[in-house]
């Protein structure tokens, strides 16, 4: 079983930036396809952006569109969240996933997809 581990958030300014990571423990996950999902209180969990295990291909949410990049090092074996321009409305919990997959280009943006969660971590964005 894969263990994911996300890097501390934060608490930020709007307009600020702010990078979370992602690592397995143990076990590495070059190729599963990865992804970062939020949840804000009262709502559904959100699909936030997913990267192929290639990194070639990658999927947005339309609310971060322009101001979020996903990455990953598969040498490294992390996922990276960089979030630029960021609003009161993204505070959320922030969760990275991963699943196994043997199709290299392949992206997947439903929470159902995935096999493997982190424990999630708080972002808090203020105006």
């Known amino acids: 079983q894969v263990m994911l581990y996300e890097s501390p958030g934060g608490a930020v300014q709007a307009g600020d930036s702010l990078t979370l990571s992602c690592e397995p423990a143990?076990?590495?996950?070059?190729?599963?396809?990865r992804a970062w999902f939020r949840q804000a209180p009262g709502k559904e969990r959100e699909g936030v952006a997913a990267i192929s295990w290639s990194g070639s291909a990658t999927s947005y949410g339309d609310s971060v569109k322009g101001r979020f990049t996903i990455s990953r090092d598969n040498a490294k074996n992390t996922l990276y969240l960089q979030m630029n321009s960021l609003k009161p409305e993204d505070t959320a919990v922030y969760y990275c996933a991963a699943t196994l997959t043997p199709y290299s280009d392949l992206v997947l943006v439903t929470s159902a997809e995935y096999t493997t969660w982190g424990q999630g971590t708080q972002v808090t964005v203020s105006s």
């Open positions: 143990r076990r590495t996950v070059s190729n599963y396809v």
